[in-house]
């Protein structure tokens, strides 16, 4: 099969879908936290502990639901430490999600071998099979991504959220802390439990993708999300911090690392260079929108500003 034919193909479409699932899940979170003004670098280590929670329950219950249930409720509460840190503590959003990061890299490597004793993976997990899809054509591949669990569930929270943000009275709530905490906070908003509910929503988030990602690899691998946070991170920026925008983004950046595989299938050049391919793109993206004074790239007013 040439390239050509290869980047025009049905399986092309089923890997650029399955790929943005945990980037569009992040992104997701990274816009409900930050939208209520809490900075959240911790995407990344939100989705490693949730993963890391998803299998570990999958392998005690051998149930995938109850596999996902458990990564969402330890994305749930590692999240809420961050809040807690940031939004009670007064703690920069910056260190602490710097911080958290760290301690999900180091805290799930030690579960493991604690757990497992293993500091590399865990036990193999089915996840969600779907034995009428089986197939190995893109048809069959695409079939299985859009009808798997862990993406409708992603779909489902992205649409939700979006509409929550915009139309429903905790929505107001949410922009108005994360735009003018000040006058919020003298119209009656609860900034802190905002910020804190916000937060913690996102962390189910980010948690959902980390456990479609494990469920996809069947296991779970020391660092498995592999800068996925931080290209979702991006994704908000370059979004304006609106959900639906962000999954946009989220799909190129998926689109971006489906083609450097096919790339690395079909060409001989060097696979540092193609695997580095949808961050040097996000760099780009950024530095043109930057360039061009940062056009839709608004910021929450009181992003980060808890000391208010």
């Known amino acids: 099969m040439s390239i050509v034919s290869s980047l025009l193909s049905v399986t092309l479409v089923a890997q650029t879908l399955r790929m943005a699932v945990p980037y569009a899940a992040a992104a997701t979170g990274g816009v409900l936290s930050e939208r209520s003004g809490v900075v959240n670098i911790a995407l990344e280590g939100t989705m490693l502990v949730g993963a890391f929670g998803a299998v570990t329950t999958h392998v005690v219950t051998g149930s995938p639901w109850i596999g996902l249930a458990g990564g969402a409720g330890a994305g749930a509460a590692f999240a809420l430490l961050h809040a807690l ?4 503590g007064r703690v920069s959003g910056i260190v602490s999600g710097i911080a958290l990061n760290l301690l999900a890299a180091a805290g799930t490597r030690f579960l493991l071998r604690a757990i497992y004793g293993s500091s590399s993976n865990s036990p193999t997990v089915v996840g969600f099979r779907l034995p009428a899809l089986e197939g190995a054509g893109g048809g069959a591949r695409l079939l299985r991504v859009v009808a798997d669990p862990t993406t409708l569930a992603v779909v489902v929270f992205a649409v939700l ?3 929550v943000v915009a139309k429903t009275a905790f929505g107001l709530r949410l922009r108005a802390a994360g735009e003018a905490p000040e ?3 003298s119209s009656g908003v609860h900034v802190e439990r905002t910020r ?5 929503l996102g962390g189910v988030a980010c948690a959902i993708g980390g456990a479609a990602l494990a469920f996809d ?8 999300t592999g800068g996925r946070g931080f290209i979702a991170l991006a994704a908000v920026v370059l979004s304006g911090w ?5 999954a946009g983004f989220c799909l190129v950046f998926a689109l971006l690392d489906a083609v450097q595989i ?3 299938n079909e060409t001989r050049l060097p696979v540092q260079a193609l695997s580095s391919l949808p961050y ?6 950024l530095l043109v929108l930057l360039r061009r004074g940062g056009s839709g790239m608004s910021a929450p007013r009181g992003l980060d500003r808890h000391a208010d």
């Open 85 to 88: 840190v940031v939004v009670y």
């Open 161 to 163: 959220a979006a509409l």
């Open 183 to 185: 006058v919020a906070r």
């Open 196 to 200: 804190t509910a916000a937060v913690v």
């Open 217 to 224: 690899q069947h296991q779970f691998q020391a660092g498995m």
């Open 242 to 246: 609106r959900v639906k925008r962000a």
């Open 262 to 264: 096919v790339l690395q």
């Open 280 to 285: 040097v793109a996000t760099l780009l993206t």
